[in-house]
């Protein structure tokens, strides 16, 4: 078949969506497929900034919300303008990867798929681009809706965003779980030394590694707050966080409010590449996921290259996670917004790295049996024919 991968938004960029596209890529293409993608990474950088970034600025200066959508529908406009101009290759489907990218492919006259990784109104909630009972947030639960009754067929990334589309829309999808690499996500702790000299870090230093966008309801402000507790007994452990987002700003807050400058690494945005080499160096990998504005972490990419990359993990209990991880025997799971249960887990695995080995060892045979992009390919596959049909 040929595919057509398609987003509204960067690709690639730090974040799930992204490193799901690109897995999705190479389990379909090692099937014998011929998949290309389109994003808004496509759009020249000028007009970008003129026709997205610049209106959408001031009109939310204006009213709160309205630049967002207009974002969203702009990015809809020139996506299907790029797909009406690839016309000519005659994919078999289209895979859109949100809302407004469906958008796009059906009026582009397209055959369309999509996949649903999340909730786009709730998010836009709890990220703080709209406002609760706004006319924003009407239009966009309506965008939803409409959307998922018109596409061919739903994928959902878990079982609780199959349940949200089936209450919303009444349509029911098909939940496939998030997958990695499993070559590319292996574990490399033999390098441990090699890429702690590389990235500055001491060898005998131990380190909480926090793959995560910064945003609210990737909780990320919680392993900041549970530090000062790991401190006390292990004084040079060190928080790493790779990733950007709203968030940062109140980190920072608490980070000088809590004198922690020297334990806390704000990396920003690092290439998925190097983001592999500090699963390896880490002690622990931290998920520290919370609800919020009614969106729950759906089978949370991060957590699973954490699983394959051989870290011992910790996540909060919400969501998705709660699928992936089985407590004490693959992983730790927490409360969320437990800071003090955060902190006694984090210590729990410096006391007893045999202990975090062992969960380590089991998640990595959890990822390779249940978790691996060529299984989800074939799925994904089954699906795409049966929607051309």
């Not at 991968?5 to 969506?17: I, K, Q, S």
């Not at 959307?147 to 029911?172: L, N």
């Not at 574990?187 to 990235?199: S, W």
């Not at 074939?378 to 795409?384: F, G, Q, S, T, V």
Request: charged residues 25%; glycine residues 6%.
């Amino acid at each position: 078949m040929k595919i057509l991968l398609a987003t509204v938004y960067h690709y690639p960029h730090t974040g799930g969506l992204s490193t799901h596209v690109a897995t999705l890529k190479a389990g379909l293409e090692a099937r014998g497929h011929e998949v290309d993608i389109l994003s808004f990474s496509d759009i020249p950088e000028l007009k970008q900034n003129m026709k997205v970034r610049g209106p959408g600025f001031l009109m939310n200066k204006l009213s709160k919300g309205k630049g967002f959508v207009y974002g969203l529908q702009t990015r809809k406009k020139m996506l299907q303008k790029l797909m009406e101009a690839v016309k000519q290759k005659n994919y078999d489907v289209v895979n859109a990867q949100e809302v407004y990218a469906t958008f796009a492919a059906l009026d582009a006259g397209l055959p369309v798929v999509s996949t649903v990784h999340g909730y786009l109104t709730y998010e836009a909630l709890s990220a703080g681009n709209i406002l609760k009972d706004s006319p924003e947030e009407k239009f966009l639960m309506e965008e939803e809706v409409k959307a998922y009754r018109s596409t061919r067929a739903i994928i959902t990334v878990d079982t609780r965003i199959k349940e949200y589309v089936q209450r919303e829309a009444g349509i029911t999808g098909t939940a496939i779980r998030n997958f990695i690499n499993v070559d590319d996500f292996r574990p490399e702790k033999e390098k441990k030394a090699e890429f702690r000299q590389k990235h500055g870090v001491d060898v005998d230093v131990p380190v909480f590694f926090v793959p995560r966008r910064l945003t609210k309801k990737n909780g990320v402000i919680y392993p900041i707050l549970s530090l000062p507790a790991v401190l006390e007994k292990y004084p040079n452990a060190q928080l790493i966080y790779a990733g950007t987002g709203e968030a940062m700003d109140e980190m920072k807050r608490l980070i000088a409010e809590h004198k922690l400058e020297g334990n806390v690494r704000l990396l920003g945005a690092i290439p998925h590449d190097v983001i592999k080499e500090f699963y390896a160096l880490a002690d622990v990998a931290l998920v520290p996921s919370v609800h919020s504005a009614g969106v729950e972490e759906a089978t949370s990419i991060s957590a699973l290259e954490a699983m394959g990359s051989g870290s011992p993990l910790i996540a909060c209990a919400v969501g998705g996670l709660k699928e992936i991880i089985n407590h004490n025997v693959d992983g730790l799971l927490t409360e969320e917004k437990n800071v003090e249960e955060l902190s006694a887990a984090m210590i729990e695995l410096l006391d007893d790295p045999a202990k975090g080995q062992q969960l380590a060892d089991r998640a990595r045979k959890k990822i390779e049996d249940e978790y691996s992009h060529m299984a989800a390919a074939e799925k994904y596959e089954e699906i795409y024919m049966r929607a051309v049909k």
